[in-house]
């Protein structure tokens, strides 16, 4: 039984700035997290990887589909089953500032999972856990950074913090959205590395939410990737076989415009695929067919009106009417 499994779930949204209409921000979309694994979720901004992450939460419920924990959809489980679950599943937000509580130092804000769920006996057990978890995350000394309020702190040791909450109350699952983006170049291979070990030592499954491929491959060098385009999964297979052989020319693209810098990524083998367009169509006018059609150079009069299906293809998924012939 998988972990947790989204099924054909869609996440439809009021446009903030548009009266009347409607932000399709995910569309059917399937996916599977099994114990232990990691899975990578990449795509532009704007594709829905947060919704993604926030329906895997619970903090957004789907329009459409379900959500299950364990195999039991959310809405189904009992009350005690709902708590483990809420327990079992965290995420480390994108928007640091905003996921801590501004008028609470850290410790009392991370001490109180800890002792409502009574994974500590009193507040010295928290501290003595906490400061250990900052330390190995290197929030060097612990005391200095449980004693700060959210505002006292950079955007990087938020980040940090909000990965040690995460891990100190033994999750299943961890959802990482972005959870490196503002942390300086030098620690996020360490930030990285300690969540690859949280995933080996204790089992940890995580999704791994972000736009930068380099990250995702070094995290996730065992597990899968999904491609997110407008709201859909485009592709979604072992992250070492996509890489090397993207299959979806989304994915292609994406791929061949990591800068040439960074050589663990594209070591020269991914051609450059010159898209008719740069522009990402937006959402809420979303075009017909291949929702990719507008910007990509195989494009034929298929794509411009039927949306292709995901399906299988070279022992993974790829969502593109064309993918065998490209
Ligand atoms: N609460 C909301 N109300 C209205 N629209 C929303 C809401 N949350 C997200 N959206 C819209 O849904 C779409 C997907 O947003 P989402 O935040 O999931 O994208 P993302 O892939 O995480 O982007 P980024 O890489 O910039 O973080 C966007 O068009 C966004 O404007
Ligand atoms: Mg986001």
């Known amino acids: 039984m998988s972990l947790m499994e989204l099924k054909d779930v869609s996440v439809t949204f009021d446009a903030e700035q548009r009266k009347g209409q409607k932000v399709r921000a995910l569309v059917g979309l399937n996916l599977k997290i099994e114990p232990g694994e990691i899975v990578a979720v990449v795509g532009e901004s704007g594709c829905g990887k ?11 419920q789907p329009t ?12 189904s489980l009992t009350k005690e089953e709902y708590r483990k679950y809420r327990l079992g599943v965290q995420m480390i937000h994108q928007d640091s500032y905003a996921a ?3 008028n609470r130092t850290i410790f009392q804000s991370l001490s109180l999972p800890l002792l409502q769920h009574k994974l500590v006996k009193n507040k010295d057990e928290a501290w003595g856990l906490l400061s250990e978890l900052f330390e190995e995350i290197g929030l060097n000394p612990a005391r ?3 004693e700060k309020y959210p505002h006292q702190l950079s955007g990087g040791q938020r980040q940090r913090i909000l990965l040690a909450r995460a891990l100190s109350v033994r999750p299943s699952l961890i959802v ?3 959870p490196v983006s503002m942390v300086d170049v030098s620690l996020r291979i360490s930030l990285l590395d300690l969540m690859a070990r949280a995933n080996k030592k204790y089992g940890i499954s995580f ?12 995290i996730a060098q065992h597990g899968r990737i999904a491609v997110m385009y407008l709201g859909r999964m485009v592709e979604l297979n072992q992250i070492q076989a996509a890489l090397d052989k993207p299959a979806h020319p ?3 693209a994406l791929i061949a415009a990591v800068p040439e810098a960074d ?8 051609a450059q695929l010159p898209l008719k367009s740069f522009d990402m169509p937006s959402v809420i006018n979303a075009p017909p067919g291949c929702k990719f059609h507008p910007r990509c150079p195989y494009a034929n009069e298929r794509c411009g009106t039927e949306e292709p299906k995901l399906r299988e293809f070279r022992g993974g998924l790829v969502a593109c009417h064309l993918v065998e012939t490209i």
């Open 50 to 60: 947060t919704t993604l992450g926030k329906v895997l939460v619970d903090i957004y």
């Open 64 to 75: 459409e589909g379900q959500a299950l924990y364990n195999g039991k959809d959310l809405r």
């Open 100 to 102: 801590l509580n501004p």
């Open 144 to 146: 200095l950074f449980l």
């Open 176 to 178: 990482a959205d972005e």
């Open 207 to 218: 999704v791994y939410i972000t736009h930068d491929l380099g990250t995702a491959r070094y």
């Open 250 to 252: 989304y994915f292609h």
């Open 263 to 270: 050589p663990t990524l594209r070591g020269g083998k991914i």
